[in-house]
C-alpha cells in the first residue's frame, strides 16, 4: 500500500463506557491496525466522546472534525475500529460514508478493511449493511428504554428532550442561560455580523482555547449550528425527508 495519512475516529455514546469499547480500547485497536498496515500514519485524532451513534454526521464535532480534514486535503481517509462507529443506524451509518467519500476521501475499519458504497462486491455490500441493521435494532432498544424516562421526567413538567443549543443549559429540568457560553455566543454573532467566515470564527476559538458545548475544537459547521440552531435543524429535517424519498425510490427498484 502507498503512503496513506489517516485520520483516527473515536466514538463513545453516553452508554459507551459500560460495554467494554471505551476510547482506550478503541485507541489501541486502531494504532494496532496503523502498525500492521503498510504505509499509514495517523496525521489527526478526532474524537466524538459522549455521542449517540443515531446523531448525524454534520451534528457531531468528531466527525465535522474527519469531514473538514478529509476536505482540506490534510489527510485520505479515516479509520475507525468498527463500523458502528460512525453510526448505530443504517441511513446514518450509509449517508457519513457518502458525506466521506464527497470529502474525498476512503473509509476503513479495524475490524473489515475499506468499506463504500462504490465497492463492486455486493456480498460485501450486502454483508455490510445487514450489520448496521443489527446495530440499528440494538440501538432502537437502548433509545426506547430512554424515551420511557424521559416521557415520565416530561410528565413532571421537566425539560428532557433533546440537547440544549449553545449558550443554554438543563438547570432542575428547566432551561436557562449559561453566562458563559452565552458570552462566546455573543461574540460569535458579533464577528460573523463583522464579515468573519465560519471558518475564521472557528479558527479564531480553537486558537484561544475556548471549547465547544462538549468540550471540543470549533469547526464551521458546529459555528453555524451555534449561530443559527434553527436553521440547523430544518436542515435535518430536509435531509431526513431526503433519505426518505432516496429510501422509498430504492424500495420501489
Request: one cysteine or more; glycine letters at 10%.
Amino acid at each position: 500500500m502507498d503512503k496513506l495519512r489517516v485520520i483516527a475516529y473515536i466514538r463513545v455514546s453516553t452508554d459507551g463506557q459500560a460495554d467494554g469499547f471505551g476510547p482506550d480500547v478503541q485507541r489501541s485497536l486502531i494504532e494496532g491496525w496503523v502498525k500492521a498496515t503498510p504505509g499509514a500514519t495517523i496525521v489527526q485524532w478526532c474524537e466524538d466522546l459522549g455521542v449517540s451513534g443515531s446523531v448525524d454526521a454534520l451534528d457531531r464535532d468528531g466527525l465535522s472534525c474527519v469531514l473538514d480534514s478529509l476536505a482540506d486535503g490534510q489527510a485520505d481517509a479515516v479509520v475507525m475500529s468498527d463500523l458502528d462507529r460512525l453510526g448505530r443506524r443504517l441511513a446514518v451509518s450509509e449517508a457519513a460514508l457518502g458525506l466521506i467519500r464527497k470529502a474525498g476521501g476512503r473509509c476503513f475499519t479495524v475490524n473489515n478493511g475499506e468499506v463504500g458504497e462504490d465497492d463492486e462486491d455486493e456480498t460485501r455490500i450486502l454483508i455490510r449493511q445487514v450489520l448496521s441493521a443489527i446495530n440499528e435494532f440494538e440501538a432502537r432498544k437502548i433509545v426506547k428504554r430512554m424515551q420511557r424516562g424521559r416521557a415520565a421526567k416530561a410528565s413532571a413538567g421537566g425539560f428532557a428532550y433533546g440537547s440544549p443549543a449553545f449558550g443554554k443549559r438543563s438547570e432542575d429540568g428547566e432551561l436557562v442561560d449559561d453566562a458563559d457560553q452565552a458570552a462566546v455566543l455573543d461574540r460569535m454573532t458579533a464577528m460573523h455580523a463583522g464579515g468573519f467566515s465560519y471558518r475564521r470564527i472557528a479558527s479564531t476559538l480553537n486558537d484561544e482555547g475556548v471549547p465547544t458545548k462538549r468540550g471540543g475544537r470549533w469547526h464551521p459547521s458546529t459555528v453555524s449550528r451555534a449561530l443559527d440552531p434553527e436553521a440547523a435543524k430544518a436542515n435535518r429535517l430536509r435531509v431526513a425527508k431526503a433519505r426518505a424519498r432516496t429510501s422509498t425510490s430504492s424500495m420501489a427498484r
